[in-house]
C-alpha cells in the first residue's frame, strides 16, 4: 500500500454571498491512474481581507463526480468567530480529515465545492488536500447535512428542532457531528449546549445526546468570541459499532442551548454513514 497526497488550487468565495464555489480555478482534480482509493479529505480556509464584527465563518464542503460513486458527500469545517465592536484577536481552527475510502477508477475527475452558509463583507480562499492510497483503506463513507442552517434560542435552556438529514440506502451511521457559531458577539456571552439525534429509522432505542464545542466572549468592548481550535464537536463510532438505520431514514437533530443569547446561533447538525 502506497499514499498520495494533491491539492487543489485555493478558490475564493464571493463576498456577502452564500453562493456554491468550485475550487481549483473552477475545474475538477483528476485522480492519478495507479490510485485505488481516495482516502480522505482535508479542506482549508482563510479570509483574505480585514474581518469585521459579527460575523462567523461557517463553510460547507462538497465533493461531486460523474465518473465514481461519492455522493452525498457535504460537511462542515470548523467555525472561525469575529468579535463585537474592538475584538482582539481571532483564532483559526486545526486542519480536520474527513475519512471518505471512496473507490477510484481510471483517472476519475472528482469536483470540490465551497459554499459559504452565512454572508461575509470579505472573500475567502477555500483550498483542499485528497489523501490517495494504492488500496483499500476500509469501507467507503457519505456524508450529508441538512440544506440549510438553524437558528439556536436565545433563553437560556431552550430546545430548537434543527433540520432534518436524509440517509438513502445506509446501512450504518458512522458518526454524529454538530457545528454552533455565533450570529453576534457580546461580552460575557457564551455558546454552550448539547446536540440530540433521534429517528424511528435508527434500528436501536438509545439516546444519542452530547454537548457541542463550546465557545467564549470576552468581558468589555473587545469582546472576541474565541473558539476551540478543533471548532466542532464530533462523535465518531468503529466499524460495525455504529447507529444500524433502515433502507431509508430521517433523522431529527435537536440542539439545547444553556446560556442565554442576545441573537439565536447558527447550528449545523451532520453525519456520516456507510452502505
Known amino acids: 500500500m502506497t499514499y498520495s497526497l494533491a491539492t487543489v488550487t485555493p478558490t475564493s468565495t464571493l463576498a456577502a454571498s452564500t453562493a456554491e464555489v468550485r475550487l481549483n480555478s473552477d475545474s475538477p482534480i483528476q ?3 495507479g490510485i485505488n482509493n481516495i482516502v480522505s479529505a482535508i479542506p482549508y480556509y482563510c479570509p483574505t481581507g480585514a474581518f469585521s464584527p459579527d460575523e462567523s465563518y461557517v ?3 462538497r465533493l461531486q463526480s460523474n465518473d465514481i460513486s461519492i455522493e452525498p458527500a457535504r460537511f462542515m469545517m470548523s467555525g472561525v468567530n469575529t468579535g463585537d465592536a474592538a475584538f482582539a484577536s481571532v483564532q483559526a481552527p486545526i486542519l480536520q480529515e474527513y475519512n471518505l ?4 477508477a481510471n483517472g476519475a475527475n472528482v469536483n470540490i465545492y465551497a459554499q459559504p452558509m452565512v454572508n461575509n463583507t470579505v472573500l475567502t480562499l477555500v483550498g483542499c488536500e485528497l489523501v490517495y492510497s494504492t488500496s483499500s483503506t ?3 463513507q457519505y456524508w450529508n447535512t441538512p440544506d440549510a442552517l438553524s437558528t439556536g434560542g436565545t433563553t437560556i435552556n431552550t430546545r430548537t428542532t434543527l433540520n432534518t438529514i436524509t440517509i438513502t440506502d445506509g446501512r450504518e451511521i458512522t458518526s454524529l457531528n454538530a457545528l454552533v457559531a455565533p450570529t453576534t458577539a457580546a461580552a460575557s456571552t457564551h455558546d454552550a449546549g448539547e446536540i440530540e439525534f433521534q429517528s424511528s429509522d435508527f434500528q436501536v432505542p438509545f439516546p444519542y445526546s452530547f454537548p457541542i464545542q463550546p465557545s467564549f466572549a470576552g468581558l468589555g468592548a473587545a469582546a472576541a468570541q474565541q473558539t476551540n481550535p478543533i471548532g466542532l464537536s464530533r462523535q465518531k463510532f468503529p466499524a460495525g459499532h455504529g447507529i444500524p438505520l433502515a433502507p431509508r431514514a430521517l433523522v431529527n437533530s435537536f440542539y439545547t ?3 442565554a443569547k442576545g441573537a439565536g446561533s447558527s447550528v449545523m447538525p451532520f453525519i456520516s454513514f456507510t452502505r
Open 138 to 140: 476500509g469501507s467507503q
Open 31 to 33: 485522480v492519478p491512474d
Open 101 to 104: 475510502n471512496i473507490p477510484n
Open 257 to 259: 442551548n444553556r446560556d
Open 59 to 61: 463553510t460547507r464542503v
